[in-house]
DNA sequence: TGTTAAATTTGAATTAAATTCATATATGAA
DNA sequence: TTCATATATGAATTTAATTCAAATTTAACA
């Protein structure tokens, strides 16, 4: 009756906290988890969770429950390494390039399970700024690029991670602090604080106020620490990922807003070589990255990929 | 992709070595079986088993996967156990009687696990002989009985166990020797080795020999090694659960035949009173006997009892 | 070297289970 | 009260698991 797809989903709804965003992390309905955990709740003649208008609380039996998905999930993984390891020598190099300068914040943890994973294959990150990341892949530098699609993608492939929401970062006492979300007109003369990369680089110039042919000021700075100062004592108004700026917010220090009316989205992807990107290693990077991310990062959407089959 | 129920029919093929027997241990058919296991295989692109006449042999991959299954399994069953506790107080006591004889060749590691998965319970074996073992549930002596289904079951409730062959046991050199199967007629003025109880507890007199109303001559023993001994120098012959009886086969020390065209099996039960059975942790002895069992016994049937729900 | 018995495999038909779809219901905030 | 944001429900659908009825495979044995 318990079977692995019902700790899965009860992982992800200890994630997000809410019935509909697991459903999606776990690529079902909000139906569809509803009618499993009900089934589960049934079966066992237990309640597994207080539901509320703010989502799902764990019951101790439910929290049982979860704690037998997060001892049993991760033995699952391993064993399935240990079946391709089986069928050959694994062993190799991953040198990984960021082409996100916040992907730092999640990296570490990242290639801590990573090395754990998989102790026979060396990986490295790739150190310095490099203005086409994915030129290095053809040059041989480096094997994985975790970032966004390159517009030309000739002998490329790619592994789907997660997307995450731009959010714009504003002073507390900003004029447009009551506004819910921020149009492209809202950056109008405002100073627009950055990371020092070319501004194709940074989806809000991209996607946002170039289309809309904005005039704006920009001032740049290398640690998301930086900008956060330079926003909180009224230099500039910055764009930075919902998940790496929450502390900042819940402190006041700042206030976040959405950007256009359906919010900025960024896609990051793991991005290799195809002969690299077949490697069961290289699909069990992404995996891991989906998994780390998902369960550290608040906020962030997996983004469909099927499975990562080994 | 890969589920409980996978791990589950892992280990019912490690118990048999067959897919046939392993399907009839998971309550599926053998096809269903196969279709299963060769989802698994195509799915990770890997060979469990090496297939042959004499039935199934793991690879290293599959033994992997057994691995896995080992690990697991009884964390999963730990946590159920888990969710009713939480539910109520669990606490209470459970006097063990058992029927057969044989019975105690296997109910220590029985009790082991017992005690392990239920430490708040007080778990006894009511000693000595007891010619109406399911008289003690009313006269509230003893609260479980192990052993075979009671003519009346007024007030009282079973789960089901087991059954096992009852294979007659004869010296290497008895004439009978070539036969493969002994017949009521064959046992026509032998001397049958029995433990000392009642005729009426004894299967092979209840249902082989007094139905065709066979004249023997009967010798007790309170030993199985006591019998086998008399059985080997000898001095009459014996019929024995097949499990009870490997050892002394493999060393050829005695030779065991089937008896009737069909076999004779006899069936084993948990019985208690209903409100006995009807608690988890009565339910939980009559899992725990199957699973030790099913692990340790060669050639015993489970008996379909749907699920044991705690 | 057939023959046979005891296995597993296979593919189509069936059955059962999971999932979706469309909608209802619940909850807390405004 | 209404609204926004959740979860729940039941019927329809889809998908997956299982059975059924052969077909193979394998090794032992005559």
Redesign the interface.
């Known amino acids: 009756?318990?079977?692995?797809?019902h700790l899965k989903s009860l992982k992800a709804i200890a994630e997000t906290g809410k019935l509909g965003l697991a459903a999606e992390r776990v690529f079902l309905t909000q139906s569809a988890l509803s009618h499993q955990i009900r089934a589960l709740e049934t079966h066992?003649?237990?309640v597994l969770f207080k539901r509320s208008y703010a989502g799902l609380r764990f019951t101790?039996?439910g929290q049982?429950?979860l704690?037998?998905a997060n001892?049993?999930l991760p033995?699952?993984e391993q064993?399935?390494r240990?079946?391709i390891r089986?069928?050959s020598d694994q062993s190799g190099e991953l040198r990984i390039v960021l082409e996100c300068h916040t992907c730092f914040d999640w990296l570490t943890p990242v290639m801590d399970a990573f090395r754990r994973a998989w102790p026979e294959v060396e990986v490295d990150l790739v150190a310095g700024f490099h203005s086409d990341p994915w030129h290095l892949l053809h040059a041989g530098k480096a094997d994985v690029v975790i970032g966004g699609l390159p517009e030309k993608i000739k002998d490329l492939q790619h592994l789907a991670l997660f997307k995450f929401e731009i959010m714009a970062v504003l002073p507390p006492d900003h004029a447009l602090r009551n506004k819910s979300r921020l149009l492209a007109a809202d950056f109008a003369n405002e100073t627009l604080i950055t990371y020092p990369v070319p501004e194709a680089r940074i989806d809000i110039i991209r996607q946002v106020l170039q289309p809309a042919n904005i005039h704006f000021n920009r001032r740049t700075a290398e640690l998301t620490i930086a900008i956060m100062q330079l926003v909180a004592s009224r230099r500039g108004i910055a764009a930075l990922p919902s998940w790496g700026i929450q502390n900042y917010v819940e402190h006041d220090y700042v206030i976040a807003k959405h950007i256009g009316t359906s919010g900025l989205w960024s896609e990051l992807y793991a991005i290799g070589t195809s002969e690299m990107m077949v490697r069961p290693y290289a699909k069990d990077l992404a995996r891991i990255i989906r998994d780390v991310c998902a369960e550290n990062l608040k906020g962030i959407k997996l983004l469909e990929s099927k499975?990562i089959n080994l």
Chains 1, 2 share one sequence.
Do not use: C, G, H
């Open positions: 009756m318990l079977e692995i797809r066992y003649n237990i101790p039996a049982r429950l704690d037998l001892e049993l033995l699952i064993s399935e240990d079946l089986l069928k499975q």
